[in-house]
Antibody, heavy 118, light 107 residues
């Protein structure tokens, strides 16, 4: 069965970086894009960016440009989200989600809580 | 960016009621609109894609309609398990954007 399994919760200090992983299984890795979406406490969903698994092409939300990096490891079918220069407003649950070319997310990871606090 | 506005922001309804949630886009998105249900502590779940196509395994009491700038999600005969927050999401153009959510409470 399709699974996207994310890494565990993180607590980081302002200014630090965090790297979240998303391991895909149960489907053909190269057929689906992976998007990252975050949700601040009690808030809505915010799109962060996308990575194309065939060539690792990425596209990021403009507000995160320069701070966000999405990568992947084809040997382990794992995707990564790295966010740097963390600030308190980055405190959120971070989700990976898969989609074909047109973004509609049929499977999601379980979410990873990242807390930024001094 | 395309702005997505949902209404109402919250509602309370009884079991058996018919519920309609509206999503308005700041420009025409055709039928490039998806609906999700999210329960507390869980990831969103895809309900309907391309405005009116029911995702596999989703009960038929959920339906979607509309095109252009106004699209709707309808739940006929509301069930207790339908509580949660509903989000619309446009897939017409990048960046992907979501509505702010509609919190549905069962009376």
């Amino acid at each position: 069965q399709v699974q996207l399994v994310q890494s565990g919760a993180e607590v980081k200090k302002p200014g630090a970086s965090v790297k979240v992983s998303c391991k895909a299984s149960g489907y053909t890795f190269s057929n689906y894009y992976i998007h990252w979406v975050r949700q601040a406490p009690g808030q809505g969903l915010e799109w962060m960016g996308v990575i194309k698994p065939t060539d690792a092409t990425t596209a990021y939300a403009q507000k995160l440009q320069g701070r966000v990096t999405m990568t992947m490891d084809t040997s382990t079918n794992t995707f990564y989200l790295e966010l740097s220069s963390l600030r308190s407003e980055d405190t959120a649950i971070y989700y990976c989600a898969r989609t074909l070319y047109i973004p509609l997310y049929d499977f999601w990871g379980q979410g990873t809580l990242v807390t930024v606090s001094s | 960016d395309i702005q997505m506005t949902q209404s109402p922001s919250s509602l309370s309804a009884s079991v058996g009621d018919r519920v309609t949630i509206t999503c308005r886009a700041s420009q025409s998105i055709g039928t490039y609109l998806n609906w999700y249900q999210q329960k507390p502590g869980k990831a969103p779940k895809l309900l309907i894609y391309t405005a009116s196509t029911l995702q596999s395994g989703v009960p038929s009491r959920f339906s979607g309609s509309g095109s252009g700038t106004e699209l709707t999600l309808t739940i006929t005969s509301l069930q207790p398990e339908d509580f949660g927050t509903y989000y619309c999401q446009q897939s017409y153009s990048s960046p992907v954007t979501f509505g702010q959510g509609t919190r549905l409470e069962i009376k």
